[in-house]
């Protein structure tokens, strides 16, 4: 059953002692969203800094992304990007070249991951990189990770994922 708080316009959600606002946009797939959110959940352990939809100085606006703490947001290098959704190979290319140093997550939503991961390893040929992509499938019921009172209770043994 779907949380109601996942019904309105914007949610207040909870994870590991801290709280996040998602607003989904008017003509958004709920989707996008909801793995917004989960995503900024999965790693919140590892990235307490972690936040959504933060512009940076850059082309490409990440979905979550989390810097070095002490760090303002939109300094320096990110530390973790996510991707929630479709992303093509030439933005991936580019981000990975630019990041080397940057931990990925690529999400997508009730889909196989082995024609992503094919894309996405064709992406990271020849790329020096010093930290690792995950590429995670979402199950189609993922809204049962989030309650009533907007808690997202959500860990990488609920989830398939794939770390390159």
């Known amino acids: 059953m779907t949380s109601p708080i996942l019904t309105r316009h914007k949610w207040m959600l909870r994870a590991h ?11 958004e797939r709920f989707t996008h969203p909801l793995m917004k ?53 030439h933005k991936i290319e580019a981000l990975v070249r630019r990041y080397p140093q940057t931990h990925f997550a690529i999400a997508k939503w009730d889909a196989r991951l082995e024609p992503h991961l094919a894309l996405i390893q064709k992406a990271l040929a020849g790329v020096p990189r010093h930290a690792p992509l995950d590429v995670i499938r979402f199950p189609e ?20 994922w794939v770390r390159l």
């Open 37 to 89: 959110a989960l995503l900024w959940a999965l790693y919140l352990p590892t990235y307490p800094n972690i936040s959504v939809e933060i512009r940076l100085a850059d082309k490409y606006k990440p979905d979550v992304v989390a810097f070095e703490p002490g760090v303002a947001l939109r300094a320096g290098v990110p530390v973790f990007w996510g991707e929630a959704g479709q992303v093509n190979r």
């Open 17 to 27: 002692g801290q709280h996040i606002v998602i607003v989904r946009g008017a003509h």
């Open 141 to 160: 019921d993922s809204d049962r990770f989030i309650d009533a009172d907007g808690m997202i209770t959500l860990t990488h043994d609920e989830v398939t």
